[in-house]
């Protein structure tokens, strides 16, 4: 029998978390949990792919503060593989595919290089391959800028007496030879002098500043990127594989979509792409995330209409509010080892523990990063205060393709087809958020609070904040009393935001 009034939607101010008898403290639970079905992250924040807020210096900050990140897909396929491979190369144990130079570069060439990858030095090899010196800031600081342009790498390369690691090296013997040499970067070579990896000492300072970094088996960081399913688009994936990304994420408005299920099966039956788990999305009812494991999704992405940007609710007047989205999809996904990703809507971090309360294992993250310095864009400035710019990929400024040779953000709204830009039907709108700090500061908080959640509810783990946790609902009185009231806040709250 078809209901029209099935149920009533519930979302983050609608509930609380009881307080429970516990025995935890929030220094020490952990926050580990299952992004996908083979991927786990030891924080569950995941940035959102948005052009305004993830390119590869916040898919690098994410990842190496124990998150993901996820390279929005409003640019060619080069350039979004290019992010890919920049956030693939930025830290590791051992980089097995270094950007190298050749000794008739010249130093310009080198410098332009170091500057687009942040780094500080090439490997030098002959046309065969062959290792036959190495180039560092310290070669190039006293070529005056003038001569940069003529001057050729092997004129300045330090060459004679090498030090170099054979390849197979471990990484206790490397960073002994690295010490004793007092050098930067050791390059790998096999019996020939063939260069086949670099490892520098960077690598291990970040081991131990970044211990909760989320990486692959090879020690680099993980990255995902967006896909639609329209045109070009498993080329893209293809693109995106090839340069080694981790979670390809089929990102449209309405995951339940012919063009978005084909395209999950199509990736899930391809041999090509079994090491790269697929995250389908976005639906918000118990059938959309039962067709999307149908299809094979290792994970499923909660979410319309939650977004703090998003107009699709009052545009379409489609949606649900996102506490019972998370939970009515929870509903498929149970026993299947399939998890969730609860997508949009959070604005303090009392949302995340409320979000994986409802059914969710991660949650991810827009507006609450893209007023950090990581994200694209500059400062703002007004009366003041400082802004970052921040927009849907359904706004008219995302959709429209004014200045550009096409938009790749249309078909997440289906519109793929629509031939001028005055025919778009905007479903986001374009803003700007408060700047705020770094992407590490902001985890820091964010995280915190998900402490001390954990805390009350009395849980060690995420799993057991899951099964532990209970809600109470709560009328519009409990949420003024919720927030700050009958005072004026003096002091701004470094996790607290009206
Ligand atoms: P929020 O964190 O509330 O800012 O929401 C971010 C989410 O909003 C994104 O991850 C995406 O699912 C959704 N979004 C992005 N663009 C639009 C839109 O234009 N409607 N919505």
């Known amino acids: ?167 197979g090296i471990t990484g206790e013997e490397a960073f002994a030879l690295l010490g004793k040499h007092r050098i930067e970067k050791l390059p790998l070579v096999d019996d020939n002098g063939i260069l086949t990896g670099l490892i520098t000492v960077k690598d291990f300072d970040k081991i131990d500043k970044y211990p909760d970094a989320t990486k692959d088996e090879q020690g680099r960081l993980r990255v995902g990127a967006a896909i639609g399913f329209f045109g070009d688009a498993f080329d893209r994936a293809v693109a995106l594989r090839d340069a080694g990304v981790d979670v390809l994420v089929v990102d449209t408005a309405n995951g339940q979509s012919r063009g978005e299920i084909d395209m999950i099966r199509r990736l899930k039956s391809d041999p090509t792409f079994a090491g790269v788990d697929i995250i389908g999305g976005n639906i918000a009812t118990r059938e959309g995330a039962a067709a999307l494991i149908e299809a094979g999704a290792d994970a499923v992405k909660v979410g319309v209409g939650p977004g703090s940007i998003c107009t699709t609710r009052v545009v379409a007047g489609v949606g649900v509010p996102q506490i019972t989205a998370i939970y009515e999809a929870s509903k498929a996904a149970r026993g299947t080892g399939v998890p969730i990703i609860a997508d949009g809507g959070l604005q303090h971090s009392g949302d995340i523990a409320k979000a994986l309360v409802a059914g969710a294992d991660s949650v991810m993250l827009g507006s609450l990063l893209a007023g950090t310095d990581e994200s694209p864009g500059d400062l703002i400035f007004v009366n003041g205060k400082q802004f970052k710019q921040y927009r849907g990929m359904g706004s008219l400024g995302a959709l429209q393709t004014r200045g550009k040779k096409t938009s790749y953000s249309r078909d997440r709204y289906f519109q793929a087809d629509v031939p001028s830009d005055d025919d778009l039907i905007a479903e986001g709108i374009e803003g700007k958020v408060q700047y705020r700090g770094t992407v590490r500061q902001n985890v820091f908080q964010l995280t915190g609070g998900l402490h001390q959640s954990m805390f009350y509810v009395g849980a060690r783990t995420v799993p057991e904040l899951k099964s532990r946790g209970r809600f109470v609902r709560i009328t519009p009185a409990g949420l003024k009393e919720s927030h700050p009231h009958d005072v004026q806040m003096v002091v701004e709250a470094p996790n607290y935001r009206k």
């Not at 990842?63 to 693939?88: C, E, F, P, T, Y």
């Not at 050749?102 to 391959?129: K, N, Y």
Request: hydrophobic share 40%; proline share 5%; net charge negative.
């Open 1 to 167: 029998e078809h209901d029209p009034f099935a149920f009533t939607g519930l979302t983050y101010d609608d509930v609380l978390l009881l307080p429970e008898e516990t025995d935890v403290i929030p220094s020490e639970v952990d926050t580990t949990t299952q992004l996908t079905r083979n991927i786990s992250v030891k924080v569950p924040l995941i940035s959102a792919a948005m052009d305004t807020v993830t390119e590869s210096r916040m898919a690098i900050a994410m990842a190496r503060q124990g998150g993901l990140g996820i390279l929005h897909r409003n640019l060619s396929i080069d350039d979004q593989a290019a992010m890919v491979d920049r956030v693939k190369r930025s830290e590791s144990g051992m980089v097995t595919n270094p950007i190298t130079t050749s000794p008739d570069a010249t130093v310009a060439e080198v410098d332009a290089v170091c500057g687009q990858f942040r780094i500080s030095g090439l490997p030098v090899v002959d046309g065969a391959g062959k290792l036959v010196g190495i180039i560092s800031n310290r070669d190039m600081r006293f070529v005056p800028d003038s001569e940069k342009a003529t001057t050729k790498v092997h004129e300045v390369m330090t060459s004679g007496d090498l030090v170099t690691g054979h390849v």
